[in-house]
């Protein structure tokens, strides 16, 4: 069993920047890849960014490219996704979680979310 945390969501203006933490905990071993994704009202998750904990790979979200970057470290066992350049259109809940796609959403551990809000 998985468990992952959310933290770092907030209020923040159009332009500035926030850092999402997601900090994971029980059998690290049952996973390979953290992803973030994000749930704006009356829309569907979607995904925005993913790493891959033996290599290192990442994936991001052409919406989020050269604005988002995902990271993590290992001691803390904690993964971060930095944003950058924010837009009102990146407010959503955001939520880590051990799959990196959407179509796996049944076969993974998910956090509970901590939300981003843009605005002026």
């Known amino acids: 069993q998985v468990q992952l945390v959310e933290s770092g969501g907030g209020l923040v203006q159009p332009g500035g920047s926030l850092r999402l933490s997601c900090a994971v905990s029980?059998?690290?071993?049952?996973?390979?890849?953290i992803g973030w994704f994000r749930q704006a009202p009356g829309k569907e998750r979607e995904g925005v960014s993913c790493?891959?904990?033996?290599?290192?790979?990442?994936y991001y979200a052409n919406s989020v490219k050269d604005r988002f970057t995902i990271s993590r470290d290992n001691a803390k066992n904690t993964v971060y996704l930095q944003m950058s350049s924010l837009k009102p259109e990146d407010t959503a809940v955001y939520y880590c979680?051990?799959?990196?796609?959407?179509?796996?959403?049944?076969?993974?551990?998910w956090g509970q979310g901590t939300r981003v809000t843009v605005s002026s």
């Open positions: 790493i891959n904990i033996r290599d290192d790979s990442t």
């Open positions: 029980g059998a690290t071993s049952d996973y390979y890849v």
């Open positions: 979680a051990t799959v990196c796609t959407i179509a796996r959403r049944p076969f993974g551990s």
